[in-house]
């Protein structure tokens, strides 16, 4: 068994956290966890790409290209970066909040977010929802992460239960852990 | 993550490699931590200092690499274990002494933590360390993933003292920054009185002592070479006569593609200095051809080669005629390299695609509200005319607003614009250096500008902090690792004593007043510094400094049809305001309430609030 996930998007977003959070769900069950993160200089605002594998056998902190199960993007475009990594099986959770890079500024340079996920959508199976939004909703754009964690969790067949990734996010998140399950149970019904 | 790093429980918990690294450090009882910040190293001291109390270990930022290992030298002199953590450069900065420690051995054990960075993700190069520490003679090993990273850790401290040397303990970023479950082990207990027993044949390196001292270590260097044959840091498998020898991080890509190959035999090297010559002898003469796997420099594949001559085995030697130099791996490169050995076809069940937009890219950047950026704007508003010489830290981002044109290693800026001037170029030479990097190299260069006479324009940004590595003390911060208050440096003190003759500290987040200071300093005739102080963003943020985001005057922004200059996005361009439906809108999450864009715009569109 082995499970491959990536998790993208723009240095700030709270991608570490919400690794950590997998990551501990899943050394809670006894798998073997490596990963990789993205520290300095690339956080500064940048393209932040995560890599998070667990399961029985397993060595690499990169996943092969290709061999991606799920895809985080909390940010549109930044699911499109990493298609590469994607097969036909791969599930994608995408949040559809845009955030313009500096470079794209000028009216027209930012692809627009219903053309992005229809790319997705035509390679891999994806579940699109202004995660941002519905955070704001709760009180706080800085719990989209631990919700996209809440839909990544409610998928069929993912093998991680509901009650390690609580646990989890009691022991990982720093404050406001009762938002953050909150947040958690919101995702969960987001599919 | 909420985690006890130094719980005398034996749980399991998912660390970061640099994590272990101190977890493995303080299960060896180290009484010493030294480091200057840098990525990907930074997080190991940070590790520590959070048990500095509890475990009666002394933890500092020290003000540069080689101070950062001299301290431990004396402490180890004493008796004392001391880890010492830097990136790549950092080790040539102390370069100097690692040299010789290597002539008069350690006492207590010491592990210099070199983190290596392949593909360069926050570097100036690619260099590979494990060249440095065969030149310095110390003992190299590598660890390959978290477990490792803490079990090699403890073990290189018996190492160190065992036979009396320093050992390079060498990672790369995807080692030091894996993140992975990890058995905690139990704490060693050290338990012995630290003093100097002086012996001045071995601690005095003059001439005539040093070259006893060098016979005894490439003496010392056999036996170790004895030792490194039986390291439990390398591990052999004997399957087939196709044999791949590989060390580092690449061990797991091997480990991955050799999943669904049989004959495959492997050798993962740990032990990386000096080489376990026996072992490797072994396995060569098990197998038909070889296949070495490292990133970078062929360290080992030198080793191989001239081992193989040496005992007369004749086989096929692969590496980087397959693999190459430069740029870090990935699974699928040595997946790809892996099948090419062994003859078969690698197949990746990847996507096959085409996306017919462009994906714009998203770079680094200066945070909303980076005092930098306020002071690359007042450079540019005063004079294109002038060279900038750059050094390291987060201002290298300047180069998006042409403010920085070289960018070298540590303290270079103040010097290179000295030779810049002494060649007799026509543009006056501006040096841009941080406040910990001017600590850390620069005061020396700025002595000489003024020393030799160098009409030089030097601005400090000094932002109260390490900000690139992730918010450390520095000196002039006035307080230190623990937190503890001390004596406050004054940089402009400082640059008075070193000899400049105009020295001025401004707010970048005055324009006008930064723009004044710089006039003066560009014209006056001899050595300038102007300081520009204000805390990094991100430190404001964290010790609330904040202040709300100007309000957007919606009548007088033309957006678009702005003619004026789009200062504010184009020229300013701060990533808390942007365009949208033709009107500027300040993003309130990553404001900091600077104030500059109200100074920026020409039409007054964004008012500040108080």
């Keep these: 068994m082995e499970v491959n996930i990536l998790i993208s998007g723009v240095g700030g977003q709270g991608i570490i956290l919400a690794s950590d959070i997998i990551g501990y769900a899943a050394v809670l069950e006894g798998y073997k966890v490596t990963g990789s993160e993205v520290h300095g200089m690339a956080q500064r605002g940048g393209s932040v790409v995560t890599h998070l594998r667990f399961g029985n056998e397993i060595y690499s902190p990169l996943i092969e290209k290709g061999r991606c199960d799920y895809l985080l993007a909390f940010e549109p475009l930044e699911a499109l970066r990493y298609l590469d990594y994607c097969n036909k099986n791969t599930i994608a959770i995408v949040n559809t909040e845009p955030i313009p890079p500096t470079t794209a500024r000028k009216i027209g340079s930012y692809p627009s977010v219903e053309k992005i996920i229809e790319i997705l959508e035509d390679n891999i199976k994806v579940i699109a929802e202004n995660y941002t939004q519905k955070a704001r909703e709760l009180g706080t754009a800085l719990v989209a992460n631990v919700m996209m964690i809440g839909t990544l969790s409610a998928l069929e067949r993912f093998p991680i239960k509901k009650e390690s990734f609580i646990e989890a996010i009691k022991s990982v998140v720093p404050r406001k852990i009762d938002l953050n399950l909150k947040a958690f149970e919101v995702g969960r019904n987001i599919s | ?610």
């Excluded at chain 2, 439990?232 to 791949?244: D, K, Y």
């Excluded at chain 2, 957006?559 to 949208?580: D, H, T």
Aim: charged residues 25%; glycine residues 6%.
């Design chain 2, 1 to 610: 993550m909420k985690i006890d790093l130094a719980s005398e429980e034996k749980t399991r918990a998912l660390l970061l490699g640099n994590e272990a690294i101190a977890r493995g450090a303080m299960e060896a009882g180290i009484k010493l931590a030294s480091a200057y910040p840098g990525t990907p190293s930074t997080e190991i001291i940070e590790s520590i200092i959070p048990y500095a109390k509890r475990l009666n270990i002394h933890v500092e930022w020290s003000i540069n690499e080689k101070v950062a290992l001299e301290v431990a030298i004396g402490a180890s002199y004493a008796g004392a274990r001391a880890i010492v953590a830097m990136k790549h450069v950092g080790l040539n900065v102390a370069s100097d002494a690692l040299m010789t420690l290597t002539y008069t051995g350690v006492e207590g054990g010491i592990v210099i933590v070199s983190a290596d960075d392949p593909n360069a993700h926050s570097s100036q190069n690619e260099q590979d360390n494990r060249i440095l520490a065969r030149f310095a003679k110390a003992v190299c090993i590598e660890p390959y993933d978290v477990q490792s990273c803490k079990d090699f850790t403890k073990k290189a401290f018996e190492v160190s003292e065992k036979f009396k040397i320093p050992v390079v303990l060498r990672t790369t970023t995807r080692v030091s920054h894996a993140k992975g479950s990890v058995e905690f082990g139990s704490f060693e207990k050290v338990g012995r009185e630290y003093k100097f027993i002086k012996d001045a044949k071995r601690y005095v390196v003059v001439p005539k002592h040093t070259r006893v001292l060098h016979k005894k270590l490439n003496e010392k260097l056999k036996k170790i070479e004895e030792y490194a044959n039986r390291s439990e840091f390398n591990e052999m498998i004997i399957n087939g006569r196709l044999g791949i020898i590989t060390s580092g991080v690449s061990r797991t890509y091997v480990r991955e593609a050799i999943k669904e190959l049989d004959n495959v035999s492997i050798l993962e090297i740990g032990f990386t200095n000096p080489l376990p010559r026996k072992l490797i002898e072994e396995f060569i003469t098990q197998v038909d051809k070889v296949l070495v796997v490292e990133e970078l420099e062929p360290y080992l594949e030198e080793g191989v080669k001239k081992i193989a001559h040496e005992s007369g085995v004749w086989l096929e030697i692969h590496g980087k005629d397959i693999l190459p130099r430069e740029l870090e791996f990935t699974p699928d490169i040595v997946k790809k390299a892996v099948y090419k050995f062994v003859n078969k076809e690698y197949n990746n069940i990847g996507l096959k695609f085409e996306v017919d937009i462009s994906i714009p890219e998203r770079p680094p950047v200066l945070c909303a509200g980076c005092p930098h950026r306020a002071l690359f704007y007042a450079l540019k508003k005063i004079t294109k005319k002038k060279i900038y010489t750059g050094d390291i830290g987060c201002y290298t981002l300047g180069l998006a607003y042409k403010t920085i044109d070289t960018c070298l290693c540590m303290g270079a800026s103040v010097t290179i614009a000295q030779g810049f001037y002494h060649a007799g170029v026509k543009e006056k030479p501006v040096a841009i250096i941080g406040d910990s990097t001017f600590i850390h190299a620069g005061i020396t260069g700025l002595i000489n500008a003024s020393y030799n006479k160098a009409n030089i324009v030097v601005i400090i940004l000094d932002n109260r902090t390490v900000a690139m590595t992730g918010l450390q003390p520095t000196p002039a911060s006035g307080v230190n690792a623990l937190g503890e208050k001390t004596k406050e440096l004054s940089i402009e003190e400082l640059a008075k004593v070193c000899g400049a003759t105009f020295v001025k500290t401004v707010s970048p987040y005055n324009l006008e007043e930064t723009i004044e200071a710089l006039r003066k300093a560009f014209e006056h005739d001899g050595l300038a510094v102007v300081i520009s102080k204000e805390p990094c963003a991100l430190l404001a943020r964290k010790m609330k400094l904040t202040k709300p985001a100007p309000k957007v005057h919606r009548e007088r922004c033309r957006g678009y049809l702005c003619q004026a200059c789009s200062a504010c996005v184009n020229l300013f361009n701060c990533p808390a305001i942007v365009l949208e439906k033709g009107k500027v809108r300040i993003i309130e999450e990553l404001c900091t309430g600077c104030g500059v864009c109200a100074q920026v715009c020409p039409n007054d569109v964004f008012e500040v609030v108080d």
